[in-house]
């Protein structure tokens, strides 16, 4: 089992950029597929970017593609998601997540317990 921590959220203006950070403890994040999901109020999680276990291969939902980052720092055993050209639809709690093979399965994910973006306009 792998434990989870977010940090990196924040508020910030629209067109700004944010990194946030999610720690692994327990394993190493190289030995899973590592990603991100956002929940905005009232709506329900929803995907953000996956990266694969071997590769790098990486899948962004359309509506952050070109904007946001993924990267994976084994050494550090952490994952970041860079945040670029933030825009208010942008504003959710966002939720770090690992998988052994990809965190689209969203059920048997290990989750952190999420770190608020705001994003004002």
């Known amino acids: 089992q792998v434990q989870l921590v977010e940090s990196g959220g924040g508020l910030v203006q629209a067109g700004g950029s944010l990194r946030l950070s999610c720690a692994a403890s327990?394993?190493?994040?190289?030995?899973?597929?590592m990603g991100w999901f956002r929940q905005a109020p009232g709506k329900e999680r929803e995907f953000v970017v996956d990266?694969?276990?071997?590769?790098?291969?990486?899948y962004y939902a359309d509506s952050v593609k070109g904007r946001f980052t993924i990267s994976r720092d084994n050494a550090k055993s952490t994952v970041y998601l860079q945040m670029n050209s933030l825009k208010p639809e942008d504003t959710a709690v966002y939720y770090c997540?690992?998988?052994?093979?990809?965190?689209?399965?969203?059920?048997?994910?290990?989750w952190g317990q999420g770190t608020l973006v705001t994003v004002s306009s």
């Open positions: 990266l694969m276990c071997s590769g790098g291969i990486t």
């Open positions: 327990g394993r190493t994040v190289s030995a899973y597929a």
């Open positions: 997540a690992a998988n052994p093979v990809t965190v689209r399965a969203r059920s048997s994910n290990s």
